[in-house]
């Protein structure tokens, strides 16, 4: 099977700052991933390098396509979400699924109109007679329609409330993800969506700092709740954080065995959360 | 082809107000203000002593000589032509800020991003706007003419009817209404042709310019042709100011107003005289010319060239955050 996502030396400079410096990067397909950053760490000008939308240096294939030169082809097999809430405000809600239809050969107007029954959205509406959430639900209903091989979600739920947001979630993996496709997904409410990930991807300063399945996750990263009595021994073993709760200190640990853990006190796996956290340390330093 | 029809429809849907409800509009004014101005007309005729009140209009159109005649109704020719001249006028407004907006208004409000994630070139948006701008508003615009000619058609004939005129069938059958009206239409293509640099130069305004595009469109190039005076003005040179004005500050801005080849080549605009009317300005003759002319050819790979500079942006340039 053929990356998603091939790139070799990946960069881009706005005169001197350097948003991306030399991403390596290879995706298959069949997954979820997160990508998730702080502010400011290139993750948007990594998603824009992706989908033809900014040049860049470096080598650079997504779904075969050189995404710069050969957009217009890319976009057939690629759709994205790259910011809420830019539907025209001209728009009406029928003529903006009347336009996709029309253009876009992977368009199913019976899907895009189940998706929209469950919302309060009025096909008579203009864009701009709809409130910001509604605005999104659109937008997501549009493009979750399309039957796209790789679908790029930059944080797609912004605006909306945590009731739509679960549903979303649940809709993307259920109806709209197989094993052909990939997904990627920016968010900052990193809790809401590692439950669907099946990887996950930390930048950090135009880098990437962490790539790994959640399952890999899960087996690196452990939480330990340390009682005073081992604190020593739990400071030589090198957690990457620390946080105070009820009196206890909670360690995270990067790479050590179950059974050191075990021995310090309580174990449990972390959340991609506390892992960004402690991973993400000085990063507007 | 399903594709560019839709994108055409989106331009429509985009901008109906400019397309549809702009001649629409001026029509229905139009209409308004003769219809007064017919009911004052007639309430005045009744002000008139009684002896005066029915003219003898019938006889006086039989007594006038063939040539007479003939003059009366060029002259009939020229005020139907005119009332069509209204609405090209109004399309010229439409299509400027149109072509000006064209590029610039979904990277003010960054609806391009979702334009953009759609698997649709950027050389089929750019062709368009262009074919929506040269071909469907003129298209909207020809019917609009059409109408108020009809209109006024039907107007004058009640009102001739109205004051005993039997012959007001002579204002039908003498206007030489559809050779107009084809003329009209083959000057659809041949004006999309003349107007390309206007086009031409307003969308790469469009397509280049961060913020007012409309000053840029304008005022860059009367700044030029101060400059240009200036030099005249400190040296010796003698730059043809007049060239400038015309072919170059005509062509890119007044030459998004339809029919403004009327004039032949090097000219912009119309000049209206005693011997002519708006009636010639729809010729086969001002057409023919105009084919032959270097002035559109050169004008046609003006735009181009410039259409070519607003796809770069369009294709290339990086959305701002």
Known sequence: ???????????????????????????????????????????????????????????????GFDP???????????????????????????????????VHPRFSRTKCEALLAKTKINPKSR??????????????????????????????????????????????????????????VTTHQVEEIEHILTDVMFIKDGQIVLRSTMDEVAERFVEVMVGPENREKALALKPIDERQVFGKSIYLFDGISRKDAEQLGETRTPGIADVFVATMKGAYK | MSTFLTLLKREYWENRGGFLWAPIIVISLFTVFTLIGMIA??????????????????????????????????GWRHALAGFGLIVQMVLGVVLFFYLLSSLHDDRKDRSILF???????????????????????????????????????????????????????????????????????????????????????LMMVSSWSRSRPF??????????????????VLSNLQIPQSWYWINMFGRAILGVVPWMFGDGANAIGFNFSSDRGPYDLYSWEAMGSLLGSAHLWIGVVAGLAMLGVAFYFRRYREIAD
């Open chain 1, 1 to 63: 099977m053929t990356a998603v996502i091939k790139a070799r030396g990946l960069r881009k400079n706005y005169g001197r700052f350097e948003a991306l410096k030399g991403i390596d990067l290879d995706i298959e397909p069949g997954k979820i991933i997160g990508l998730i950053g702080p502010n400011g760490a290139g993750k948007t000008t990594a998603i824009k390098a992706m989908l033809g939308l900014t040049d860049y240096q470096g080598e650079l294939k997504v779904l």
């Open chain 1, 68 to 102: 710069h030169t050969q957009r217009h082809q890319l976009m057939q097999e690629a759709c994205f979400v790259a910011d809420v809430a830019v539907l025209p405000r001209w728009i009406r809600v029928h003529q903006a699924i009347e336009y996709v239809e029309g």
């Open chain 1, 127 to 184: 864009v701009r007679e709809l409130s910001k959430g509604m605005i999104v639900q659109l937008h997501l209903a549009l493009v979750m329609a399309i039957d796209a091989k790789l679908l790029v979600l930059d944080e797609p739920t912004l605006g909306l409330d945590i009731l739509y947001r679960r549903e979303f979630y649940q809709t993307l993996l259920n109806d709209y993800f197989d094993n052909g496709k990939t997904i990627i």
């Open chain 2, 41 to 74: 007309g007639k309430v005045h005729l009744g002000n008139l002593p009684v002896e005066m009140r029915s003219l003898p209009l019938d006889q006086m159109i039989a007594k006038l000589s063939p040539e007479q005649l003939q003059k009366a109704m060029i």
């Open chain 2, 115 to 201: 334009w953009k994630s759609m698997p649709v070139s950027d050389f089929s948006t750019l062709l368009s706007k262009y074919v929506s701008a040269a071909l469907v508003a003129p298209l909207f615009a020809w019917v609009g003419v059409i109408v108020l000619q009809l209109i006024m058609l039907v107007m004058f004939s009640i009102f001739f009817l109205s004051n005993g005129v039997q012959k007001y069938t002579l204002l039908w059958t003498e206007a030489d209404l559809i050779g107009m009206w084809i003329r009209m239409f083959v000057g659809i293509p041949l004006n999309a042709l003349w107007a390309l640099p206007a086009y031409g130069w």
């Open chain 2, 215 to 232: 000053l840029w469109a304008v005022f860059a190039p009367i700044g030029v042709g101060l400059v240009l005076t200036w030099i005249d």
